[in-house]
């Protein structure tokens, strides 16, 4: 996971209104140097559980 996106995750955590996000549609794009199959495991974890946290509907990652 890239250094932006663990900053994006970690300064989410206690300070964003969980109700503003419940309900609201997440994609993910994960753009890169040609991930790994792990990587990319490790990403669509990482993000479905962040979507789940804030109620939002998870719809999937895009590896670019």
């Known amino acids: 996971m890239s250094g932006a996106i663990r900053n994006v995750l970690d300064r989410f955590y206690g300070y964003v209104d969980e109700s503003l996000l ?4 997440m994609y993910f ?3 890169g140097y040609a991930p790994t199959k792990e990587q990319l495991v490790a ?3 990482t993000m479905s559980r962040f979507a ?9 990652m895009i590896a670019e």
């Open 22 to 25: 419940r309900g609201k549609d």
């Open 29 to 31: 794009v994960f753009q």
């Open 43 to 45: 990403g669509e974890y």
């Open 52 to 60: 789940k946290l804030y109620g939002m509907n998870y719809k999937g």
